[in-house]
């Protein structure tokens, strides 16, 4: 029997946090086995049904409202039925899932003209809407396949219920990726290398770099033209049937991250041993500017750093020779840097609570959009984020079986610490070594959600940090985002 405590005494963020750890430790039994037959108050088991309904689909258990009515008989008012059906429309509509309205109106033929005004609040020209049941598909997809688009969306048909491949939506797309200075290279000799097949319908615009182990795409679709990424990575050994699967399934569990800081993968493809992954790509600039990398040989400066992060910013928001020149801006920069860290921080733990990671966190797979807005790329589709989960054989590193969701979550939040720690190094300070060591704790108490409050400890150190006592009258920035990132990572 779960552990328990009374959560009818608590708000919805106990609610969220107290399912969150029972599903970590039991993630396919049912909402009335986990609350072992326990009386509660009507409201707060519809409240607990509700967000078990959501947060089921979006690991990939698809729950129906039903089946809580049959566990809970005292929900059964027209009301509480309708809460768990608008609760099923909602989560389709977040995963973008076609919605079969006929379907919805057969089970519940008394509350058709109900659901269909549901429909209206949840749905949007983005998702499909279906009046029939899409075709089901079997384990791996065609890459060849050429992507159909519905005239009302933008959307792919869903893989249905195979965890082995999914497929483009092109609706997530964005036009912003980490700006690379890598020559172009000729296409020609990349299918000699990796022999992984590329789809008919990505038309390729560049080949960013390749070498014997990576090769990275910039391209679009011939449908829409939108702009695409395709990241090929050799797999570091032979991998039988059930690591493809494994490995597959993490992919498809980093697509579903609904989080706008977390570039999500859209289709990932084993073949040949190579891993194939199509995301959207990003015209951005990378987060840790190339000047600022810091060597005995070349002896940089407090003062040098500094140059490069404003330079950077300069880059980044068009600020002017004139703004440059205040002493303030520098301040600023950095206090910007740690508010990009912590929603970078918020944005892997929602992916982590939806059963996702990413596998290689460090400065390489950050960059910062044209709004200064910090975004994750490549997740799951990095050399050294195989080399962990599977093994390396040529580093001597053996893994029989592809690590747990525990062992890939740990991997990720040490990275995060790193990532603090090294741009604390670019400009050195005693506040910063402190807040280093806060952060560090939080890895040394192992409670709660570790990445948000690593994320709430880079906000506060932000929004609480008084430049140079310049202006010692102006009240402090309120604490309004940390709550609304914790709200959101704890919802996705």
Known sequence: MAEFYDVSRGGIDDLINWLNQQRRKNPAASLFDLLGGREMDRNVVLDLACI????????????CAEQYVRDFPQLDRTSDLLDLIDAELCVAAELQEPIDLAAYCSRFPDLATDIKELAQLDLSPEVPCFHRKPKSRGFGFDLREAPHFDDSSQTLDHPGDSLSGFSIDSSTSLDAEASS?????????????????????????????????????????DVRGISLAMKIVRVPHLMADKDVI????????ASRVQNPHWIAPQMAVVQMGCLGVIRPWQFANAWQPHSITRSPERGDSDESVMKALNENTFENNGLNQASLRDTALHESIVLRRWRQLATVAFAVEAAHRSGATHGALHAGNLAVDHEGNACVVDATSSLVALQRWLGDPAAGVQCNVIQSLDQRIHLDVEDVVKLVRDTATWIPSVSSAQLVNQVQE???????????????LLMQYADHYQPMGRYPGVAQQPRWRTRVMGWLSRNH
């Open 246 to 253: 494994a490995l597959l399934d993490i992919c498809e569990a």
């Open 52 to 63: 078990d309904l959501m947060h089921q689909h979006r690991n990939g258990h698809h729950v």
């Open 442 to 456: 939080c890895i040394v108490d192992k409670g709660g959600s570790l990445l948000t409050q690593m994320g709430e």
């Open 181 to 221: 200075e890598n020559p172009k290279l000729s296409l020609e000799t990349i299918s000699e290398d990796y022999p992984l097949a590329i789809p008919d319908w990505f038309l390729v615009d560049e080949c960013i770099v390749r070498d014997k182990d990576r090769c990275l795409l910039r391209g679009r679709d």
